[in-house]
């Protein structure tokens, strides 16, 4: 019995163990001395990190989705050629060097690393996949491929990549290289016109 009721428990823990955790966890409200340090120091009251600490990812945060600037704009301090990409909002926004580009509907690049990105052209190596290839298992392990961007097009006020060439196809069969090519014929997607 003392074992089936150690053997519950212990279990128990193990299962309750496991759980995502969903919120932060309750740190204590600083004491009013702290409070009245920091303002001496000239610090902000409402700052998370301590004096002299670096300020954490959390006090820097990216734009919030929809707060998006617009391709060049001169807040987002980048400007170039971009690509339009899907990944996780489907209705995409402009983006440089993506690690995963949802480049068509048909055509996925994933795990992408850019040796040269100008206003031309750009190259990149990394996974690729599609609908033309679910039938190989493409979704699960991507072919590996390297790529080239190019022939750049003025839309809504950004400049957007609108061709993609397959340079190395790694060990992707003529078969699979037909499917890809009949599927989107290397082009990319560009933002609605306005």
């Known amino acids: 019995m003392r074992r089936t009721i150690l053997t519950g428990a212990a279990l128990l823990l193990a299962v309750t163990a496991c759980g995502e955790q969903v919120a932060p966890p309750d740190l204590p409200a600083p004491s009013p001395e702290a409070e009245q340090s920091r303002q001496e120091e000239g610090g902000d009251p409402s700052a998370t990190g301590t004096p002299g600490e670096e300020p954490t ?3 820097n945060q990216e734009p919030v989705e929809g707060e998006q600037d ?3 704009d001169e807040a987002t301090g980048e400007e170039g050629t971009y690509v339009f990409n899907r990944y996780g909002d489907e209705d995409g926004f402009p983006d440089l060097r993506p690690t995963d580009y ?5 055509t996925t690049f ?3 690393e850019w040796s040269e990105w100008s206003d031309e052209v750009a190259h990149g190596e990394g ?3 599609g609908t033309w290839c679910l039938e190989t298992g493409c979704q699960e392990d991507p072919y590996d491929v390297e790529v080239e961007l190019g022939d750049p097009v003025e839309v809504g006020g950004g400049t957007f990549f609108s061709t993609y060439t397959i340079t190395d ?3 992707m069969s003529a078969k699979t290289r037909q499917a890809m ?3 989107d014929d290397g082009r990319l997607s560009l933002p609605p016109s306005e």
């Open 57 to 59: 990812v959390e006090e």
């Open 70 to 72: 617009s391709p060049g």
């Open 102 to 106: 949802v480049a068509t509907e048909f």
């Open 110 to 112: 994933s795990d992408m």
């Open 127 to 129: 996974g690729v996949s």
């Open 169 to 171: 196809y790694g060990d």
């Open 181 to 183: 090519q009949e599927a």
